[in-house]
């Protein structure tokens, strides 16, 4: 067997195989490289120096042969200096020649790969995947992008329509909705909490003698003082025509919930301007707490502080009542003069 | 957390205990909405409420969930893209255990907002490897874990896993220990669902 020595040997049919490549001596000195890696560092960078210094290369620890550069195994390249760009490659001898070749390719790092050193379809192998692979890549990312901006134009208008959803338009407090909803969670979670049902007085005479304009200029004045006299994280839910419910969470204590209700009719008393007069009504309130049950529902709570609104109508209006289990539950209380809250829907 | 990781909670509970168990976890973590969207992004506070919720209605450790939510991930027929994907990566136990130091780069070049966590494979000695795990969501390598069975059971291989628990650093590390490569046959495989690989 002749033995040929490495200056006979002809990489270039190789290197234009694969633009990617560089033929190193068994020492690990860098000969020749190919076309496309002279644009990641200028060939007299490279040739003369040793892999390794070049590169910094790890293998699976599985690596055949004594050359500095592990052979016939899957390697993962980084530069030392400058762009590192990871690279994938394999090295394997030509056998007969005292030379080797180390083939490399971006793997995922193609894509920064073509921007940092402004690469084109001319520099990847003609059978290299590289230019379909980045046409993927350019797709997807196209219509991930567009994707997006729908995703996030349609979650804008779901969160809007279930705002609305939930909202009585007329002032801008939670509806009924809302409230079944809000009532429902605060009960599975076990909150305290107090249910303030709101029942407005007169109201129907301003309506029937100023005119509807009147009486919506009133709820929203009413809606004012009731966001007035609750807190962020309770709500006021407009339930009716002229009937709301207050949730006060965490709220139990009664001498300042009846306190509370108080000061509400008092303010809703206060003359409301409109046109060249003033409207004035008054409000009943019928108040429950969750300290009262020992399994709260909704229907049972909605239902007592009904049954406290009630006894307030009945006294006289303008009044705010605490549910009383011994009162509203054992004794029956005749048909007050007025219809009840329900039937006045 | 990206939509892609909570949805895939959402669809493990779904396929495994059912839809029942899925909307009562919904409602205790007080999600507000019945389904995740895939390619929606999250407040990671709702995927660990989501995780917490779920452990306790199946009454099983954390842990346990996240392991077979891995198992799941990998053997479930509603989700074979990802297991035709891992099995690609390699053409046996080891190979597919190295291809994990590229798992995250191929993810992010798929999907850039994902937050696949940084795993790295090691081979200590004597058949055993060593994998370190960081990610954002702590309890991750538990999911690897369910997922390394479950891909170990794919192609007929023994092994012996163990999560060694956290390091300072946060990076979880388990070891393999992989005592037969061709314990059983394995699963066929084909990349291509066209092909038919089975399901």
């Known amino acids: 067997m002749s033995v040929v020595r490495p200056v006979t040997f002809d990489a270039a049919p190789f290197l234009s195989f694969m633009p990617m490549s560089l033929i190193f001596a068994d020492s690990g000195v860098i000969l020749s490289i190919g076309s496309t890696l002279a644009k990641l560092r200028p060939a007299e960078e490279l040739i003369g120096k040793d892999v390794t210094e070049v590169f910094s290369v790890r293998d699976n620890g599985r690596g055949q042969g004594n050359c500095p550069v592990p052979l016939d195994t899957k390697l993962y390249l980084k530069f030392r200096t400058g762009v590192t760009t990871r690279l994938k490659g394999m090295a394997a001898s030509i056998p007969g020649t005292g030379v080797n070749i180390l083939n490399l390719s971006f793997g995922i790092s193609i894509v920064d790969a073509v921007a940092d050193y402004r690469l084109t379809a001319g520099d990847f192998a003609h059978t290299d995947l590289a230019i379909e692979m980045l046409y993927l890549v350019e797709a997807k990312s196209a219509v991930m992008e567009e994707t997006k901006q729908l995703n996030a134009r349609l979650q804008g208008a779901k969160v809007a329509a279930e705002e609305q959803a939930f909202t009585d338009t007329l002032t801008g407090l939670k509806n009924r909705r809302a409230m079944d909803h809000v009532l429902k969670r605060m009960l599975r979670t076990r909150v305290p909490f107090a249910l303030m049902h709101l029942d407005l007085d007169y109201f129907k005479s301003v309506n029937d003698t100023l005119g509807h304009a009147a009486g919506d200029t009133v709820l929203q004045e009413v809606a004012r003082i009731l966001l007035d006299e609750t807190r962020s994280d309770d709500l006021v839910a407009r339930v009716g025509g002229d009937e709301f419910i207050l949730i006060y969470n965490r709220f139990t204590d009664h001498t300042r919930l009846l306190q509370t209700a108080k000061r509400i009719i008092s303010r809703l008393e206060g003359p409301v301007p409109y046109l060249d007069t003033f409207c004035k009504i008054s409000g009943s309130i019928g108040i429950t707490t969750t300290d009262y049950y020992r399994a709260p529902t909704a229907h049972g709570m909605i239902h007592d502080a009904d049954l406290a609104l009630y006894s307030s109508k009945y006294e006289g209006r303008a009044q705010a009542t605490l549910f009383d289990p011994a009162v509203h539950h054992d004794t029956h209380i005749e048909a007050a003069p007025q219809a009840t809250s329900q039937d006045k829907r | ?199």
């Open chain 2, 1 to 199: 957390m990206h939509g892609m990781i909570n949805r895939a909670i959402q669809c493990f509970m779904r396929d495994t205990y059912g839809a029942d168990t899925w909307e009562k976890v919904a409602e205790q973590a007080d999600l507000g909405f019945d389904n995740f969207e895939a390619m929606l992004s999250y407040p990671d506070q709702i995927t660990l409420d989501v995780l917490g919720r779920a452990a306790r209605q199946l009454h099983k450790p954390v842990e346990t969930f996240l392991e077979d939510l891995g198992t799941y991930l990998v053997s479930h027929p509603n989700v074979e893209a990802i297991r035709r994907l891992l099995r690609f990566g390699g053409e046996n136990f080891t190979e597919f255990l190295f291809s994990l130091n590229e798992l995250e780069g191929r993810a992010q070049l798929a999907l850039p907002d994902l937050e696949v966590p940084t795993l790295k494979v090691e081979y200590a000695e004597d058949g055993r490897f060593r994998l370190s795990c960081s990610s954002s969501m702590p309890g991750f390598g538990y999911a690897m874990v369910g997922v390394m069975r479950a891909m170990a059971d794919d192609y007929g291989a023994l092994v012996f896993l163990e999560h060694q628990g956290w390091m300072d650093s946060g990076e979880e590390i388990i070891t393999i220990n992989l005592l037969e490569a061709a314990y059983t046959e394995g699963r066929s495989f084909e990349l291509s669902e066209r092909i038919g690989g089975e399901l």
